[in-house]
Each structure stands twice: as structure tokens, then as C-alpha cells.
């Protein structure tokens, strides 16, 4: 493992694609298993979601300069792109127009690794012997498409996409949650555009407090003044609602700013019914419609809805690593030396230093996680983030241990972190907000009364 030759990377998103690139430039040999039939697969599910981040954060270096030997237009550095356009104008590209097309597979889905002849149990060789990816190609059967192939290193950038956590507060499905799926939907659905019949005119629920939900419910509040009848109901599972409008003008990533600034000005206006401290429990169909309980089937509290959204986030998918040596933070899922760092528990920052192979790295040598996978269940992965991971992870695998210890990146600030409670009750006559009214919404909620709390307009 001294001079590893062929590197794994799982995943042909963004960042896998950049991983890919990092490891032809130092020389050695990609092999990119993408489980979707084309590239950019996930993204390809939210295309309608525009980034918060420009053109300039979302092209890996060594990516673009892969890019720039074709003879690629660069999109401009300030515009920012959809997912679709990203996908469109830039790993399209990636992956059929430059020297990377001969070491992508599509259609293979990695169902295990382990090393070739080494059980998770034997040590005395170990870090000697390739590792061995079991992949199935789905376009056949399962069973009849499964393959083999070996490498020095693996990648796994396979994000978390294909795992979004479940409606009950306590990480599990709701009780009658998987029988009520046909009226659930996960993440972010396309409410304005392919999937608009589906919400116009209904009673819409939303669960979550993260950028996918603050955007799906702007969203519905846009669907809700262009369709009569519509109504958007937001489900908290906290008490203050001001910790989801973000930085505001504060906020470097202006696009990210702005949506919260937006959704704090729907809430305020009343064009968001909010229902705080929301503990979902339960999940029924009744007489065609959801009910939604927090709390006992019996006595506790409940609303009625069409359809409910759930964007609680994600959790990685560790099932096809069982067999290798991986320690990860018992919480949060994601390496120990990277914990610390992103865990929500103690900070909600959307900006987390620059890191690389030293904090990923496993007690299974030549094995990392890489991209918005190595953040676990935490929330907020910024891709430029890991595009610093995999350049300083090729470089390490490459035995460049100086560059891969090297911070090469400079991360945009996020304008606000973790606001308390206390911070919030006592902003009226205080120093004003990073977003504005979003202290007076959480009073306001917390009264019922969003048009007229602490006296804000």
C-alpha cells in the first residue's frame, strides 16, 4: 500500500468526479462506480433546486482544468447555477469530454467491500492485500449482474441521498409511516414544476428545519398564492423557529441568506402556519387524508393534511463496508477526528475548517469517506468542502503526505451560528437580528399570533 496504483471512488457526483480528477493528475488510475445510469445521479433528482453557492465554489481545480484542455466555456464565476445546470454544464462535460469518460462505470451499484482473501477478523497482512468491490450492474438481474474489481485505495463519495431519515422524532419511521408512504414524499419535491398537480389546492405539511425544507415551504407559499385552496403547514420539531432563517445580509453565500430572509417574511405574513415542538409519532390515512400525531395515538396533538413532505435530512448508508475496519462517531456517523467539528449538538455553523486525509482517514488503511457521506447525519456540507477533502486525500493515497497535510482552501462564512432561546425572547429593543423580524416570528409563534407578535409588523 506504499505506492497504491488504482484508487475506487464510489459515486460520480460532484465530488467523486472531483476525487477522480485528483487522482489522474498525481498519476494514477480511477475507477468511478456511479449506481445511476448516468452521472450526477442524485442531483439530478433536486435539478429544479437552485445552489446557494456560484459557479466559483462549485468546480473543483483539478476538475476545471481537465475541463479547460477540451476547450469548456467556464459558466460565469458569480451566477448561480441550478442543479440541472450543474449537471448540464459541468459534469456532464466532466465525465464524457475528458480523459475521465474511459473510468467511469454506470449502472454498478457497490453492494460490499472487503480484502481480497481477509476477513474483517484477520489482521497479519492486511493492509497488504487490494481491497475487493463487489458492484452489480443494474441493468440485469440481481445476482446475474454481479462483478468484482480490485484496488489500492477507495474513495467512497456516494453521498447520502438514497437514506433521508424517516418522520419520527426519535430517528425512527412514525408508527404507520411506511403504510401512509403512497402521501409522503422525501427531501425536496418539485412543487412548482413536475410535480406541482400533486400539491396545488391541498393542504400541504412539511417536516423539518433544514435548507431543504425552508425551500420546499417557500416554495409551497408561492404554489399557495398562484393555486386556490392551497394551504402549507410547517412541522417543527423544535421551539424556536428563528434558528432556520440563517445569517440574513450576514450570510456570504447571498443566495442562502436571502431564502431564509424570504421564509422568515412568509412566516411572519401568515403564509406559513407553523406548529412548533412537533413530535411526529404517528401516521394514519383517514378518509383519504394523513393524520399526523405528535405525541400518544390518543390524546396528543394532530393535524390534517393531503400530503406531507418530510426534509429531516439524511443518514449514510454503511451496509456494503460492514466488513472493513471503520470507527465513526457513535452519534453522528461520521469519522471521529471529524466530529468535533460539524456536530450540530454544540454548534449549528454552516462552516467548518478545511480538512482532509488525516481527519477522514480509517483504521482500515487506504479506506476514506469523502463528500457530504463523511458528514454523517450532520447537516449543511458546503461542495467545496469536498473538494478540498479528495484533493488532500489523492495527494496522501499518492504518498505526497506535505500536500495532503496543506490547507488549500478558504471557506465563506456563514454570518450566524447557534442562537439560544434566551437570545431571541429578548431581541425586541435589543441590537437587531441578523434576519429581520425573525426573533418577533418566534414570539409570535410561540403566541399564535404571527401577524402581531412583539409588536413587529
Known amino acids: 500500500m506504499t505506492e497504491p496504483k488504482t484508487v475506487a471512488v464510489i459515486g460520480a457526483g460532484p465530488v467523486g468526479l472531483a476525487a477522480a480528477a485528483h487522482v489522474l493528475e498525481r498519476g494514477m488510475t480511477p475507477i468511478v462506480f456511479e449506481a445511476g445510469a448516468e452521472v450526477g445521479h442524485a442531483i439530478r433528482q433536486w435539478g429544479h433546486v437552485q445552489l446557494f453557492s456560484p459557479w466559483e465554489y462549485n468546480v473543483d481545480r483539478a476538475a476545471g482544468r481537465l475541463l479547460e484542455a477540451t476547450g469548456w466555456n467556464s459558466p460565469a464565476p458569480d451566477q448561480y447555477p441550478t442543479g440541472s445546470e450543474l449537471v448540464e454544464r459541468y459534469l456532464e462535460p466532466l465525465a464524457t469530454k475528458t480523459p475521465l469518460k474511459s473510468h467511469i462505470l454506470k449502472s454498478s451499484k457497490v453492494t460490499d467491500i472487503s480484502r481480497q482473501g481477509f476477513d474483517k477478523l484477520k489482521t497479519k497482512g492486511r493492509d497488504l492485500a487490494p481491497f475487493e468491490i463487489h458492484y452489480q450492474n443494474t441493468g440485469y438481474p440481481e445476482g446475474l449482474g454481479e462483478r468484482v474489481a480490485r484496488a489500492d485505495a477507495v ?174 462517531d457513535p452519534a453522528i456517523e461520521c469519522p471521529i477526528a471529524l466530529a468535533p467539528l460539524i456536530d450540530p449538538n454544540e454548534h449549528s455553523c454552516g462552516t467548518v475548517r478545511p480538512h482532509g486525509a488525516r481527519e477522514l482517514a480509517q483504521d482500515e488503511p487506504g479506506f476514506y469517506f469523502a463528500g457530504i457521506k463523511s458528514y454523517g447525519r450532520a447537516p449543511t456540507f458546503l461542495m467545496i468542502t469536498g473538494y478540498e477533502q479528495v484533493r488532500s486525500i489523492a495527494a496522501e493515497i499518492a504518498g505526497d503526505h506535505d500536500a495532503a497535510a496543506r490547507v488549500e482552501l478558504v471557506l465563506p462564512e456563514t454570518g450566524v451560528c447557534s442562537r439560544s432561546s434566551a437570545d431571541v425572547t429578548t431581541c425586541c429593543g435589543g441590537p437587531a437580528p441578523a434576519v429581520d423580524n425573525a426573533c418577533c416570528v418566534a414570539d409570535a409563534v410561540a403566541k399564535q399570533d404571527v401577524k402581531s407578535g412583539c409588536g413587529c409588523s
Open 155 to 328: 474513495i467512497d463519495a456516494s453521498g447520502t441521498w438514497a437514506s433521508p431519515n424517516p418522520a419520527g422524532a426519535n430517528g425512527l419511521p412514525a408508527i404507520g409511516e411506511k403504510e401512509a408512504v403512497s402521501k409522503i414524499a422525501y427531501a425536496m419535491p418539485d412543487v412548482l414544476g413536475a410535480e406541482r398537480a400533486r400539491y396545488a389546492g391541498k393542504t400541504v405539511a412539511v417536516l423539518g428545519a433544514g435548507h431543504s425544507a425552508i425551500g420546499t415551504l417557500t416554495d409551497l407559499a408561492r404554489l399557495k398564492a398562484e393555486a386556490p385552496g392551497t394551504e402549507v403547514i410547517w412541522l417543527l420539531r423544535g421551539t424556536d423557529p428563528a434558528k432556520a432563517f440563517g445569517g440574513g445580509a450576514n450570510d456570504k453565500l447571498a443566495a442562502r441568506g436571502e431564502l431564509g430572509a424570504t421564509f422568515a417574511a412568509l412566516v411572519a405574513a401568515g403564509d406559513i402556519k407553523v406548529e412548533p415542538a412537533f413530535q411526529t409519532t404517528h401516521i394514519s390515512l383517514d378518509n383519504g387524508s394523513l393524520r399526523i400525531a405528535a405525541g400518544s395515538a390518543c390524546c396528543g396533538r394532530k393535524i390534517i393534511a393531503d400530503e406531507l413532505i418530510v426534509a429531516t435530512g439524511f443518514r449514510p448508508d454503511l451496509a456494503f463496508v460492514g466488513e472493513l475496519r471503520i470507527q465513526l
